[in-house]
């Protein structure tokens, strides 16, 4: 994530950056516990990683990205993160970890979180900060506050 535009000083994404932090550690996880052959330590962690990101999704759909999309030159940026959402979903929930291939499905779809969240770390979220109003941010939040059940610290 850059360092120089400011976004890491607006509260909603704070919590973006460490939502995307937290999962990407746990997917660190899955994949030591994968490399040991620990199929229930990875099992336990895919549950909780699927948790973590379909709250951190729910987070961004309902809230930063509904408020973009209306702008045409974000729309389809969004969507193809959006897409790159239902992906992972599916990979991630339909891998059976005792089989080899289910393995490796994970490890496939686990590789290409980084990237996305660079998509939204280094493009939209900078994006944000020039395209938002105050409306807009607070819709944004509003919606993040009813998915996580808890207010974005202000």
Request: hydrophobic share 40%; charged share 30%.
């Amino acid at each position: 994530m850059c360092q120089y535009c400011g976004c890491r000083d607006i509260p909603l994404i704070k919590e973006f950056i460490a939502e995307h932090e937290a999962v990407y550690n746990l997917s660190g996880e899955i994949e030591r516990a994968l490399e040991r052959g620990d199929i229930a330590s990875a099992g336990r962690d895919l549950v909780e990683i699927e948790r973590k990101l379909r709250e951190h999704w729910a987070g961004e759909e309902q809230g930063l990205f509904a408020v973009m999309r209306d702008d045409p030159e974000c729309t389809s940026y969004i969507e193809a993160l959006e897409a790159e959402h239902r992906d992972m979903t599916v990979a991630l929930t339909t891998a059976d970890l005792t089989a080899p291939e289910g393995r490796e499905q994970v490890r496939a779809s686990l590789a290409t979180l980084w990237p996305h969240i660079e998509k939204e770390e280094d493009g939209l979220f900078p994006l944000s900060l020039t395209t938002l109003s105050g409306e807009q941010w607070d819709a944004a939040i509003d919606a993040w506050e009813r998915v996580h059940g808890r207010r974005v610290p202000r």
